[in-house]
């Protein structure tokens, strides 16, 4: 069986029994967080990451590759719960980088404490993602934000964080949970809506299906800054959703 070498980045994925698995290099020790299987090879720790735990890692096993957390990278990551996903990103950015966690419930939030203490560059925040200006002490302007908050309100808290906290060119993981926006659309409809609002700040690159891990869940991934003018005529009609400019003082 092949494996990774010392000089693999931080992401495995190889197939298994026909189906595609992927691993991160664990950072922890012990490495394990919610129970995921750990297997040693090349040296390190690999941790299998659960498409069904986690949104970030169904869409990696579906083949998706940009944008993602990279090594070196700050991440603001808004709703981490007990820090499954946020885990798997504090693999990839490895010990040079950060993961700032942001959870506001505070059962949720003793766990990902907990699970911290072993995580070195996992820095969990306790605080509600629509009040920034109460974290602001805490988190520096980010690389990359990541989003998994299932709230009508999920699309709002992603632009109000970017303007506050995403270097232009950063990147946005989006974990979009249409069952939130109302049941009365689709989800491709809801889908629509999402991007075409994010387009005000950003320049959307990918949206995937999360089925069938994560019913009515899409993943979005988009770069902070103006999508390029198109170059034949009319603009898209856009609605402005808030200034994209530096944080607010
Ligand atoms: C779907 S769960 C996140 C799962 C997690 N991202 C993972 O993959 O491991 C959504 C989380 O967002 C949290 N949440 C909801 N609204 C929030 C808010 N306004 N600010 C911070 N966290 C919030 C919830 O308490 C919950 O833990």
Not at 19 to 32: E, N, S, Y
Not at 51 to 58: N, V, Y
Not at 114 to 125: D, F, G, R, T, V
Not at 213 to 232: D, N, T
């Amino acid at each position: 069986m092949t494996g990774p070498s010392e000089s693999t980045g931080p992401l495995w994925l190889r197939e298994e029994e026909g189906r595609q698995v992927a691993f991160t290099a664990g950072l922890g020790t012990p490495p394990a967080v919610y129970g995921e299987r750990v297997i040693g090879r090349g040296g390190r720790q690999w941790r299998r990451w659960d498409p069904t735990r986690s949104k970030l890692g169904a869409a990696v096993v579906k083949g998706w590759d940009d944008p993602l957390p990279r090594v070196g990278e700050r991440w603001l990551y808004l709703g981490a719960a007990t820090g499954t996903t946020a885990s798997h990103v504090a693999d990839l950015v490895g010990p040079s980088g950060a993961v700032y966690a942001v959870e506001r419930s505070l059962r949720p939030f003793t766990r990902l404490l907990a699970n911290a203490e072993h995580y070195p560059n996992l820095l969990p925040i306790l605080a509600d993602a629509r009040t920034p200006g109460r974290f602001v002490g805490d988190v520096p302007i980010v690389d990359g934000l990541y989003l998994d908050i299932a709230q009508p309100d999920q699309l709002e808290i992603a632009l109000t964080n970017a303007a506050w906290f995403l270097r232009d060119r950063g990147a946005l993981l989006f974990a979009v949970k249409t069952a939130s926006m109302g049941r009365e659309r689709s989800p491709q409809h809801h889908l629509q809506d999402v991007v075409q609002r994010l387009e005000s700040m950003f320049e959307v690159r990918s949206s995937l299906s999360l089925e069938p891990m994560h019913r009515r869940h899409f993943l979005v991934g988009a770069r902070r800054g103006a999508p390029a003018r198109p170059r034949s005529g009319a603009l898209t009609p856009r609605r402005p959703v808030g200034r994209p400019g530096r944080r607010p003082r």
